[in-house]
């Protein structure tokens, strides 16, 4: 299988970089659609996929479970595992939390009223 990066992701690491790589997602022959990834640990390479409906499903399940894998070592629970100097690596599932995705209140004097 010819498989092409799709995107990376470079964290740190030990003042070193770790690689994340996310394959084009693919149609696989009982339909589903599958996206490898790749985590350039220093010790080993650990290259897996997940499926889903569509592509984008299947890649954002492979970074949901890539992000479980990263926060699960023992470097992240060291605090030697970041991305941009952050513990917050900004893959999901912490997408979806916090003010980017909460409605704003409304604008002063369009607030709604008791029907």
């Avoid at 949901?64 to 690596?89: F, I, M, N, P």
Wanted: hydrophobic residues 35%.
């Amino acid at each position: 299988m010819d498989e092409a990066v799709f995107l990376e992701r470079e964290f740190e690491l030990d003042g070193s970089g770790l690689a994340v790589r996310f394959y084009t997602p693919v149609k696989a022959p009982g339909g589903e659609f599958q996206c490898r990834y790749a985590i350039g640990w220093p010790e080993r390479e650990v290259r897996r996929y997940a499926c889903g409906l569509d592509g984008v499903q299947a890649l954002l399940l492979a970074m949901r479970t890539v992000h479980t894998d990263l926060v699960e070592s023992d470097a992240y629970k060291a605090g030697r595992l970041t991305w941009c100097d952050q513990a917050d690596l900004d893959l999901p599932p912490t997408w979806g939390s916090g003010s980017l995705f909460d409605v704003p209140p409304p604008p002063e004097g369009n607030v709604p009223g008791p029907a």
